[in-house]
């Protein structure tokens, strides 16, 4: 059950059998619960708040506003614009602007809602475009409503470029693309338990991404040391890059310190989407000019992301935007723009992809239509235009390790296609069908007329691990000891496992190194150093590395043991000197920041890359779509955990396909009108096909046992490729995902 096999998941079974505790199950004898205001308002001042009424209410504990907040009153991940609670103003709908703690949970939303507010409403930044560019934009934070705008800067990317060898742009391609609002729809809700410490501290039980992070903002606003606000990883029912910012945690310490009793909060799901950021939607448009036989000679392109109300990840998501923004394409002359704003809107921050999904959407978008243009496929079209080991990225960042894109793609291509439907088309199928085989489904909405086919691929590149300099590393510790005649291995990182499978991974690599059957896996918290975040593909590469390496130092103590005790087995060295532990500190080879005029440098640790086909049926009068069947082919650099492995590539395609044909917040006038899962569509299993798969192993010679990360790459390539067979199968440019129903049948009509 080492590295390389399907070692089963220590959490598996729980979860199956509905065992599992997550952070909602949480409870504690004569705890209570909060509950959050929120505004309904996009956009107001705050003139009065009146807690009275509700702390008049029986059962109620205690009534919180900005006043309360006992130490620094902003945090944030990148930049600490964000307030605890609202202090004179607001500046989305759902920004929480008191809390409640009562013995009861409905008590404590009907408190909150006791709450009496008097807003003064103003004008809603709600268009990122004039957020950015319209200097009478009124500015959502003071200094404006820029957060980051990142050039990159290649050549001369224009009309007069040129490439190596002298060749200029034969054929140009523009087009203009939008990508909506995705929600990371995890199906645990944010939660946590605080509870009250004799040392004047609180422990705090949560549901999150990354511990120590975590502990570094709340500390701070509850006035304590970090000593004294210790957190306990809770059962994290996903997370996809929602869970980096703070929700509940600072809100549930108040309410506890405040209380002297355990506080917790769970939110509904409706609030749920007012409590978490969400993947920013992206305005972008593209410029691809290529000679006749379609050989990149330029790409300009302007990216803009929506950030919303604060800051959160926006800066490294525009980073990401930037230097992915041209694609795995070899092209010497670029000139991208990438800017991040603030609005009204909703905050926008970390989901799987981070950046470079939405960057992936319109630069293959544009491979497609510089393919048409030129007169070759779609998959012609990518591979004479492919990077390989030695290529270097816009940025000027050498690829150095492998990267077979070429042939990934031919792999891709050579796969058998699913079966044609049926009968002839358009209509009807002879005989009886299998309606969930078609648009529509069991619905009944077409037996076969008016459906067509289409084929479509899709490229994505990806950067692993955290950029541009940041010190990025994991923390692990490592026992080794005798327990009941018997060698046992106990690790121990702050590392959060948010159901990729980390756990199972952690204890593979100790038996790997070790030697030993009996491992344990301790519950993540932060008694013990960092391990970063569970995002950016990293967790296996950085944490599993540290777990690697401080298993090594172990083994060496032993082997100093065995040497100093020759003809001693491991048995009676443990039993005679008992257990050995080394704690280990790993990190990755250095990145540096982007150049802020010219985009170049070594900003990335490592590079994915996935590419995917689909197989799509179009009902064209109805514009439903059925995706018959998706096909990937992944570098994965060295498997760790087959299954588990295989698991993340359809987790992925999964949002990829979400994100192509159905998953949208929708705002209006900065307000959510679908916040919930009737009116938020995602996937079931009635929406994902079966996959094809290969799994290639090119390990990179940087990372621990030469693994790549794995999870985010699938987000990218599957959405371009869904979109790009509805476009074959309707005739349509479609430059916007989520695509719609009416989007096919309006566009067909018009």
């Known amino acids: 059950m080492g590295v390389g096999t399907s070692a089963p998941r220590p959490d598996g079974t729980l979860k199956v059998t509905g065992e599992f505790a997550y952070a909602s199950d949480l409870w504690l004898d004569g705890m209570l619960w909060g509950a959050t205001l929120r505004s309904p308002h996009p956009s107001a001042w705050i003139r009065s708040i009146d807690v009275g009424p509700a702390l008049a209410m029986p059962g109620v504990f205690a009534v919180l506003t900005h006043e309360d907040v006992p130490g620094e009153k902003f945090y944030g991940l990148e930049h600490k ?70 050039p990159v800067r290649v050549g001369s990317a224009g009309p007069e470029a040129r490439t190596s060898d002298g060749a200029g742009a034969e054929v140009v391609v523009t087009g203009e693309y939008e990508v909506g609002m995705q929600d990371q729809a995890f199906l645990g809700p944010e939660s946590g338990l605080a509870v009250p410490a004799d040392d004047g501290g609180v422990d705090l039980f949560v549901a999150t991404q990354w511990l120590h992070v975590d502990q570094d903002q709340v500390a701070p606003c509850l006035g304590l040391p970090k000593e004294k606000v210790r957190l306990t990883l809770a059962g994290v029912g996903g997370a996809f890059g929602a869970r980096e910012d703070l929700s509940m945690q600072i809100h549930a310490s108040m309410l506890a310190l405040r209380t002297g009793r355990p506080v917790k909060i769970v939110y509904g799901r409706e609030e749920s989407f007012f409590g978490h950021v969400h993947r920013h939607p992206a305005w972008m448009r593209y410029e691809h000019g290529a000679t006749a036989d379609g050989r990149l000679v330029y790409v300009r392109a302007e990216i803009l992301l929506d950030g919303g109300a604060y800051c959160s990840s926006s800066p490294a998501v525009v980073g990401n935007a930037a230097s992915l923004g041209v694609g795995p394409y070899e092209v010497a002359n670029v000139s991208i723009d990438a800017y991040g704003t603030y609005t009204n809107n909703p905050p926008c921050g970390a989901m799987r992809g981070f950046g470079a999904v939405q960057a992936c959407y319109a630069y293959e978008s544009q491979m497609d239509r510089l393919a048409e243009a030129c007169g070759l496929s779609p998959v012609e079209i990518r591979v004479r235009n492919a990077v390989a080991q030695g290529s270097r990225l816009a940025t000027g960042q050498l690829i150095d390790t492998p990267a077979p894109l070429a042939s990934m793609l031919r792999e891709l291509e050579a796969m058998p296609l699913p079966g044609p439907l049926p009968g002839p ?111 950016a593909s990293r967790q ?51 990145t540096f920041p982007m150049d802020p005029v010219t985009g170049q440098g070594d900003s990335h640790t490592q590079l994915a890359l996935c590419v995917h086909r689909a197989v799509v049926d179009v009902d064209v009068d109805l514009g439903l779509v059925k995706v018959v069947e998706l096909a990937a082919v992944q570098d994965v650099g060295r498997i760790l955990n087959p299954l588990a492995l295989e698991g993340q590539i359809h987790g992925g395609s999964a949002q990829g396909l979400g994100l192509a044909l159905m998953e949208e917040i929708q705002v209006r006038d900065g307000k959510v009108t679908n916040p919930s899962f009737t009116d938020y569509l995602i996937p079931t299993i009635l929406d994902m096909p079966p996959m094809r798969l290969s799994i290639l192993e090119n390990p990179d010679p940087h990372a621990p046992y030469g693994l790549r990360g794995a999870g985010e790459p699938p987000t990218l390539s599957s959405t371009p490729a869904v979109a790009a067979a509805v476009r074959a199968a309707t005739g349509l440019g479609l430059p916007r995902v989520p695509i719609r129903p009416d989007d096919i049948a309006f566009g067909r009509a018009s």
Request: net charge negative; glycine share 12%; aromatic share 4%.
């Open 81 to 150: 614009d964000q307030p605890v609670l609202a202090v004179d103003q607001v500046r989305y709908q759902g920004e929480p602007v008191a809390v409640v703690a009562a013995d009861h949970p409905e008590t404590a939303r009907r408190a909150a809602a006791a709450v009496v507010v008097e807003y003064e409403v103003r004008e809603a930044v709600v268009d990122p475009r004039r957020a950015a560019f319209d200097p009478s934009c009124p500015p959502v934070h003071p200094g404006g409503n820029i957060v980051r705008h990142q």
């Open 540 to 590: 296996s590469y950085v944490t599993g590395g540290a777990v690697k390496t401080a298993c090594a130092a172990v083994r060496e103590r032993l082997d100093e043991l065995g040497a100093a005790n020759p003809g001693f087995s491991l048995e009676e060295l443990l039993d005679r000197f008992g257990p050995v532990e080394e704690t280990r500190e790993y990190r990755h080879r250095p």
């Open 425 to 535: 088309l358009p209509g009807p199928l002879p005989g009886p069908a299998d309606l969930r085989s078609l648009p529509g489904g069991v619905a009944q909405t077409t037996h076969g007329e008016g459906v067509r086919r289409g084929v479509g691929y899709g490229v994505g590149i990806k950067n692993i691990c955290f950029s541009e300099g940041f010190d990025d590393y994991s923390t692990a510790r490592v026992r080794i000891e005798l327990l009941g005649g018997e060698p046992h291995v106990l690790v121990h990182t702050a590392a959060a496992e948010v159901g990729q499978g980390l756990v199972a991974v952690q204890a593979q690599i100790a038996r790997t190194e070790l030697g030993v059957d009996r491992v344990t896996v301790a519950p993540a918290d932060t008694s013990v150093g960092s391990a970063g975040s569970s995002s």
